[in-house]
């Protein structure tokens, strides 16, 4: 699986899990379907919900008249997959996880999600 398609099954799957019962596991099996689990995808998806609290907390103090919970389901996946490669994952360099980010949001959202979640993110690249 290639790194932009593991990115996209893994907002697929967190994308599900935002405000629903399903397990992990469950989420996982729908997105996947049969087709065999990758290891990038894989640290995606239980990174962003190991360190979610961490995450949150940190895209709360990066956005500007806006609170978490008010954003839009996508914007909020799209972020906190983002963040977590920002913040965790240091073999992705800053340039690319942006670039990755404002593709999903181009892919699930619109355009005003692509350029509200660029805005964000960069925040995240000047610290």
Same mark, same amino acid.
Request: hydrophobic letters at 40%.
């Given at each position: 699986?290639?790194?932009?398609?593991?990115?996209?099954?893994?907002?697929?799957?967190?994308?599900?899990?935002?405000?629903?019962?399903?397990?992990?596991?469950?989420?996982?099996?729908?997105?996947?379907?049969?087709?065999?689990?990758?290891?990038? @995808? %894989?640290? &995606?998806?239980?990174?962003?919900?190991?360190?979610?609290?961490?995450?949150? /907390? +940190?895209? $709360?103090?990066?956005?500007?008249?806006?609170?978490?919970?008010?954003?839009?389901?996508?914007?909020?996946?799209?972020?906190?997959?983002?963040? @977590? %490669?920002? &913040?965790?994952?240091?073999?992705?360099?800053?340039?690319?996880?942006?670039? /990755? +980010?404002? $593709?999903?949001?181009?892919?699930?959202?619109?355009?005003?999600?692509?350029?509200?979640?660029?805005?964000?993110?960069?925040?995240?690249?000047?610290?």
């Amino acid at each position: 699986m290639k790194r932009h398609d593991a990115r996209e099954k893994a907002v697929q799957v967190l994308f599900q899990l935002d405000n629903t019962d399903l397990t992990l596991q469950e989420a996982i099996g729908h997105i996947l379907n049969e087709e065999e689990s990758d290891t990038f @995808f %894989e640290q &995606l998806v239980h990174g962003v919900t190991e360190h979610l609290q961490e995450i949150d /907390e +940190a895209l $709360e103090k990066n956005l500007e008249n806006w609170s978490l919970n008010r954003l839009p389901k996508i914007e909020r996946t799209v972020l906190r997959l983002a963040v @977590f %490669e920002l &913040l965790y994952m240091e073999d992705a360099p800053s340039r690319v996880v942006l670039n /990755e +980010a404002i $593709e999903l949001c181009k892919t699930f959202g619109d355009e005003k999600s692509s350029k509200f979640v660029n805005g964000v993110l960069s925040k995240f690249t000047q610290q």
